[in-house]
């Protein structure tokens, strides 16, 4: 699954990209530190073999979700918010704690796990290519491939109909 | 240093994914809590991948097509809320978004 230093590089720049996105006051610097995170995944879907998924991510995530959050953060002039964002400390603290128990919950399967419960079954490499990733979608997923056409018809009419603004009603909007 | 393990991922998606969690607790500007929640779907989507690869099934990779599409789905309603919710209130800061009815 990729060697050591790789994963370490690869790894840095991920949290770090991440943190990056957490802390900037601007907008737009938060998505492009977000964009930077979403390359390095797909560099890891690379290296896991996943040649196809990693191509989806560039276009799909990094490409067309990133832009149109970069389209709304510049349509609104929202790049940052008018006055401070608080310093409620307490809330603060009470985030990284909860935070905190979280990471341990999440860590307590590598932790208490006896790490047997999942073996690697070391047969001939994956095939992962599109053609497969398609058979297998349309043979074993047709019924959520379909309920997933509905889900983006049913976000489709929604996000038009919250952008047809309130004219009806006289209001400005 | 050893080989790369199915654990190495597991801990990398639990530190993005509870990054994100943080951003969503305490950010108020609400695109960056979506981009937050961006972070969390693709740090399940990292380990799919990473499991697929480990347990040697394609089913993983085919999740994440699913995932995509919801995050997708999620991404263009929400920043469509967003602007409605910018056209009234002039702000997207969600501590003045106090409001059902605008």
């Known amino acids: 699954m990729g060697s050591p230093v790789l994963f370490l590089i690869l790894a840095t720049i991920a949290i770090a990209s991440a943190l990056g996105m957490f802390q900037s006051r601007n907008a737009v610097h938060a998505a492009l530190f977000l964009v930077l995170n979403f390359m390095t995944i797909a560099v890891f879907y690379v290296v896991l073999n996943a040649p196809f998924i990693a191509m989806v991510q560039v276009t799909v995530y990094a490409g067309a979700i990133m832009v149109l959050f970069l389209f709304v953060i510049m349509l609104l002039g929202a790049e940052r918010l008018r006055g401070v964002e ?8 009470l985030a990284v704690i909860l935070t905190g128990i979280l990471l341990l919950v999440f860590m307590t399967a590598l932790i208490l796990g006896d790490g047997e419960a999942v073996t690697a079954v070391a047969a001939q490499p994956l095939d992962s290519s599109p053609q497969a990733l398609g058979l297998r979608l349309f043979e074993a997923y047709v019924f959520p491939f379909e309920i997933t056409g509905l889900l983006l018809l049913a976000a489709m009419i929604g996000v038009v109909v919250l952008s047809m603004g309130k004219k009806k009603r006289g209001s400005d909007g | 240093m050893g080989e790369v393990t199915i654990d190495w991922y597991i801990v990398l998606s639990t530190i993005l994914f509870s990054i994100g969690a943080l951003g969503v607790l305490l950010r108020r500007n609400a695109i960056i809590i979506f981009m937050s929640i961006e972070l969390m779907l693709n740090s399940a989507n990292l380990l799919f991948v990473a499991f ?16 995509i599409t919801v995050a997708a789905a999620e991404v263009a309603v929400g920043l469509a809320l967003i602007v409605a919710i910018f056209r009234t209130k002039r702000s997207i800061s969600i501590d003045e978004i106090n409001l059902m009815k605008g």
Do not use: M, R, S, T
């Open chain 2, 52 to 67: 697929a690869n480990h347990l040697n099934d394609i089913d993983g990779q085919v999740l994440v097509f699913f995932v």
């Open chain 1, 86 to 93: 608080g310093e409620n400390f307490w809330q603060l603290g």
